[in-house]
């Protein structure tokens, strides 16, 4: 359990807060979040992300969850965001977010999209590519606009993560190679455009990645490299930014490193590159979003049957399914579950979990220990806080759930369930 959590009277609490209760009020599946949980961690991020030698700074990605509740706690926790797309941006301006805190990424900007980084007054984009480079001078040139800029490199690093979640092996779509001619031809461009601030380089190597040791090929790299270009073009490279990817605890195959050694291991690597390349720089950036945001999140589902097939495999079939976490069908991402409302009793049970949708695939958890249960009972699945709802869809035009806020033993709506009137707004009677 984690450590916002207990189990009172064989029921499962998050926050001190009774599953039973919030299944019952606000129905299911729900999605709900620990606040107080996500104020912690990035807490933790900040007390232990820090050097005497330059400025740091966290910023949040928000691809892992974003709703208007999440900006006011990034907000309210003095944090840095990312976004990367006109959607994302769209959301984070109407929450009231200081957009000069906010860092755009993708790899294939819409020139609608870069102009709304200059109309919204960004703090900085980060350019992906030559193209991209030139639409965003041509937009400065048109607004007459400034803007700071940083460029997304790919260092060509192997970290051992799903493929499909690997972002900076040579071939990957993200960025440009640090050791291709076209950085050296972005880089001439930004500076022949006096409205453009070029502070420095990007990098993300993954995500979910347990090793240290990818972070500091990836820092050594973008280093020497970042000391080249200072050389060739005689300028200073201000600011680096490392990327997010720090792997969170699922199931007990997964063994994260502690917050608190993975920052200080970032920043004294930096530090030990910086000096024996006789460098500096200003300000270092991380990028966290499942570490921030993951294991704050549950999504509470109502047993709707239970089937033995002929095979021998026992399903625990749920109202929510691929739905609300295509994880697992997209991953084969793991997760660990419980009978929120016989919690304390013994796993005696091998079940999988299936979701609702009509798709063989749509299975949550395989071959899992589990308490017993009846139909009626409630299960929670652990750690569904990023990439489950902001990776949600309306397959069978299944509504998405609530998202629901845990804060000081309280709590409220923080995103409605979808209605069937919502799942067809959109069309056209004609
Ligand atoms: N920065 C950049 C540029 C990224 O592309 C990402 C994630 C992050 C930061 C945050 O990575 P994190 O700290 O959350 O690992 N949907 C996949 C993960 C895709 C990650 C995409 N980029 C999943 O559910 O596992």
Redesign the pocket.
């Known amino acids: 359990l984690f450590k916002n959590m207990n189990i009172e009277n064989n029921i499962l609490n998050i926050g001190g807060l009774k599953v039973t209760d919030l299944a019952k009020k606000y129905t299911t599946p729900l999605y709900v979040m620990d606040i107080n949980f996500i104020e912690e961690r990035i807490k933790e991020f900040k007390d232990n992300f820090k050097s005497k030698h330059f400025k740091t700074e966290i910023i949040y990605?928000s691809?892992?969850f974003l709703c208007k509740g999440m900006c006011k706690i990034i907000k309210n926790m003095d944090t840095h965001m990312?976004a990367?797309s006109g959607g994302e941006l769209y959301l984070i301006k109407h929450s009231n977010f200081d957009m000069q805190k906010v860092h755009m990424?993708g790899n294939n900007k819409t020139y609608d999209e870069l102009l709304m980084c200059f109309e919204y007054n960004i703090g900085c984009i980060i350019i992906d590519n030559y193209d991209e480079a030139r639409k965003i001078v041509d937009i400065a040139k048109l607004k007459n606009k400034k803007m700071k800029v940083m460029i997304?490199v790919n260092v060509g690093i192997d970290a051992h993560t799903?493929e499909?979640?690997k972002?900076s092996k040579h071939n990957s779509k993200?960025g440009v190679s640090v050791y291709s001619k076209q950085l050296n031809e972005i880089i001439h461009l930004i500076l022949k455009c006096n409205l453009l601030e070029f502070l420095g380089f990007?990098c993300?190597i993954g995500?979910?990645?347990f090793e240290k040791e990818a972070f500091l090929e990836e820092i050594k790299i973008l280093i020497i490299e970042s000391k080249k270009i200072e050389n060739i073009f005689g300028i200073k490279i201000r600011e680096l930014d490392i990327?997010?990817?720090?792997g969170v605890y699922y199931t007990s195959e997964d063994k994260p490193i502690p917050i608190k050694i993975f920052m200080e291991f970032l920043i004294s690597t930096t530090e030990k590159i910086l000096a024996e390349e006789q460098m500096s720089i200003e300000k270092l950036y991380i990028?966290?979003?499942?570490?921030i945001i993951a294991n704050a999140g549950c999504t509470i589902y109502s047993i709707g049957g239970i089937k033995e097939t002929y095979g021998g495999t026992k399903y625990i079939f749920v109202d929510g399914g691929m739905s609300d976490n295509i994880?697992p069908c997209?991953?084969q991402?793991k997760y660990e579950a419980i009978v929120a409302n016989r919690a304390s009793e013994d796993r005696v049970q091998k079940v999988t979990v299936a979701g609702k949708c009509c798709e063989s695939g749509d299975v949550l958890i395989k071959d899992y220990l589990l308490q017993k249960c009846e139909v009626g009972d409630f299960l929670v699945i652990f750690s569904t806080g990023?990439?489950g709802y902001s990776?949600a869809s309306n397959y069978n035009k299944i509504p998405r759930p609530a998202v629901i806020f845990i804060k000081d033993g309280k709590d409220f709506l923080a995103i409605k369930r979808e209605s069937y009137d919502d799942l067809i707004k959109l069309d056209i009677n004609y």
């Open positions: 990605a691809k892992a990312d990367v990424h997304r799903h499909y979640i972002t993200f990007q993300h995500s979910q990645i990327g997010g990817g720090f990028e966290p979003g499942r570490s994880r997209l991953y991402a990023a990439y990776m």
